[in-house]
């Protein structure tokens, strides 16, 4: 069975990681058929456009997305990030960004944990404005956007996921003694849907408090359900923890299936090093056995991680590594 993709390599380091993204899943013996888009910050110079309503309109009839990275310095914030990212998660209705991490400490076994981050709400919904910009007395506004729909159906999926692993845990992370507004929906919305999965257990922890821990004792995590700002912060510190954010994997999900899902490596475009064939390509191959997993093909997926995982303490170019992994997933 063949899987219609679509691949946005994109910009910087995203044309070298993405190539040996698929090299690693057609070495899995998975069929892909690819429809590639050329969108970034390179495209947005060339002929001004972003993501068009037409493109969207394709996606929907793919299977998945696999993204590079977007974004360089000759293209002002915010255009790229709102105009095609976020573009992207509210027109296919990605709700859930799920990533996931293994901290493996010095004297001890590797542990995994995951965050579910909601995807289409919160600071990043858009909603506020600028009164009097550009003046002594500008006020700028940036208002955070929960609705009751929006936070279950994320909280419902964590709680899903929690189930189904062995350890069961799910810790809910929010400022609830601070934003008590959005906080409290939270918190309730976690406890009553709580009612329905008895065999988890549950924890909540601040965000600030969270942060000392994803330092310190990590281990301690199972699955951690958040907003949208504090999922953001919180992955980002996670890459870090569990190895760098060159193995820092993610899946932008539309767990109901209405659109393609889209996946991606978290490290950026990075401008200073492309073409140089020094990028770390793990993470986006790791995206890349995420994206397998939803589509079906799980044995593929567990090969690719275990070929990673052997590969991740080796040094080498960008195409020396992708061909490492390969090689393991083929043998």
Request: glycine share 12%; proline share 5%.
């Amino acid at each position: 069975m063949s899987h219609r993709i679509g691949v946005i390599a994109g910009d910087g380091i995203g044309a070298e990681v993405i190539p040996e993204a698929l090299k690693v899943i057609a070495a899995a013996g998975v069929s892909l058929d690819t429809v590639d888009y050329d969108l970034g910050a390179h495209r947005y110079v060339v002929d001004g456009v972003v993501l068009t309503d037409e493109i969207v309109d394709e996606w929907r009839g793919l299977d998945a997305l696999l993204l590079g990275a977007v974004g360089g310095p000759e293209v002002p914030p915010g255009v790229i990030e709102r105009g095609l990212l976020l573009k992207m998660r509210f027109d296919l209705d990605l709700y859930v960004n799920q990533r996931p991490f293994v901290y493996t400490p010095a004297d001890g076994e590797g542990h995994d944990f995951v965050v579910i981050r909601e995807n289409t709400e919160g600071t990043y919904a858009g909603e506020g404005g600028f009164l009097r910009k550009g003046t002594p007395h500008e006020i700028a506004t940036q208002g955070s956007v929960n609705t009751r729909f929006g936070v279950e159906r994320c909280v419902r999926y964590a709680f899903e996921l929690a189930s189904s692993r062995p350890a069961k845990h799910l810790t809910l992370v929010h400022k609830t003694n601070v934003l008590t507004f959005a906080g409290d929906l939270w918190q309730r919305t976690f406890d009553a849907v709580a009612a329905e999965f008895p065999d988890v257990r549950t924890d909540y922890q601040h965000v600030d408090a969270a942060c000392i821990h994803f330092v310190a004792n990590p281990a301690q995590y199972d699955v951690i359900v958040t907003d949208n700002l504090f999922g953001d912060i919180l992955t980002d510190l996670g890459g870090v923890v569990s190895g760098g954010i060159g193995l820092a994997s993610s899946g932008n999900l539309n767990p109901d299936r209405t659109g393609p899902s889209m996946f991606e490596p978290v490290h950026g475009s990075a401008p200073d090093i492309a073409g140089q064939n020094k990028a770390n390509p793990l993470a986006a191959i790791l995206s890349a056995a995420m994206m397998l997993d939803f589509l079906g093909e799980g044995d593929a997926a567990d090969r690719v991680r275990a070929a990673c995982a052997e590969v991740s303490s080796r040094t080498g170019s960008t195409t020396e590594l992708g061909d490492a992994v390969a090689a393991l997933v083929t043998a």
